[in-house]
């Protein structure tokens, strides 16, 4: 199973992006599927996840500002992004787990500049 992420780009300050990740293949028994990001200089940090109860969870740095959520027909996770800052700039990644498997995306790249 891969993960592609996509949805990436060059934004303004305030402005907003939609980030998708695609499964290639079902995942059985997932925990959760969560959005990580990394910024330049910086290491890799948890964004946002979801768990399969529905819960969702966020990093202080982006409640209320992004929004994550599944499309469980297209096997797709999304992240919603709003309100965006030159701070969120970063290669975002999702990720899907489950009791015995991690499977990481490839990476999408994010821009929030002037």
């Known amino acids: 199973v891969q993960l592609q992420a996509s949805g990436g780009g060059l934004v303004q300050p305030g402005g907003s992006l939609r980030l998708s990740c695609a499964a290639s293949?079902?995942?059985?028994?997932?925990?959760?599927r969560r959005w990580y990001r990394q910024g330049p200089g910086k290491e890799r940090e948890f964004v946002a996840g979801?768990?399969?109860?529905?819960?969702?969870t966020y990093a202080d740095s982006v409640k209320g500002r992004f929004a994550i959520y599944t499309e469980n027909a297209k096997n797709t996770l999304h992240l919603q992004m709003n309100s965006l800052k030159p701070e969120d700039t970063a290669v975002y990644y999702c990720?899907?787990?489950?009791?015995?498997?991690?499977?990481w995306g490839q990476g999408t790249l994010v821009t929030v500049s002037s």
């Open positions: 990720n899907v787990y489950s009791s015995n498997q991690n499977y």
């Open positions: 293949g079902a995942i059985f028994s997932i925990i959760g």
């Open positions: 979801v768990f399969s109860s529905g819960a969702t």
